[in-house]
C-alpha cells in the first residue's frame, strides 16, 4: 500500500476518533470517578513519555545530562518554582553536567 494511504488512513482513523467522543453522554464525563481517572491516566502518561524520553536514545537505555535536568527541574516543581524557573534549572543542570563531561 502507498505511504499517502497509509497516512490518509490514519488521518481519518484519528478524526473518527475525536468524532466519538462527542458522543460519549454527558453524565459519564460528569461523574467524579471519571474525572478522577481521566486525570489520573494524564498523570502516568506523561510521566511515562518523561522517562523514556530521559532515558531512551534509540533503541538503548542510556544515563546522561538528561538525568540532571530532570532531577533538577524535579526539585524545583517540588520547591513550587515558576514554570520557568523550572525550565532553567533543568537547562542549567543540563549544562553543567556536559560542562563536567556527561555525555
Do not use: H
Not at 494524564?42 to 533503541?59: E, M, W, Y
Not at 517540588?78 to 553543567?96: C, E
Amino acid at each position: 500500500m502507498n505511504l499517502w494511504l497509509w497516512i490518509l488512513a490514519a488521518c481519518v482513523i484519528s478524526y473518527l476518533t475525536k468524532l466519538a467522543g462527542y458522543l460519549v453522554p454527558a453524565r459519564l464525563m460528569e461523574n467524579p470517578q471519571m474525572t478522577r481517572v481521566a486525570g489520573t491516566l494524564t498523570i502516568g502518561l506523561l510521566a511515562s513519555l518523561t522517562a523514556v524520553n530521559t532515558f531512551s536514545t534509540g533503541q538503548a537505555l542510556v544515563i546522561d545530562a538528561r538525568l540532571a535536568a530532570l532531577v533538577a527541574a524535579g526539585v524545583a516543581l517540588w520547591l513550587r518554582a515558576p514554570f520557568l524557573v523550572v525550565v532553567l534549572a533543568g537547562a542549567g543542570a543540563a549544562a553543567v553536567a556536559r560542562l563536567l563531561g556527561a555525555p
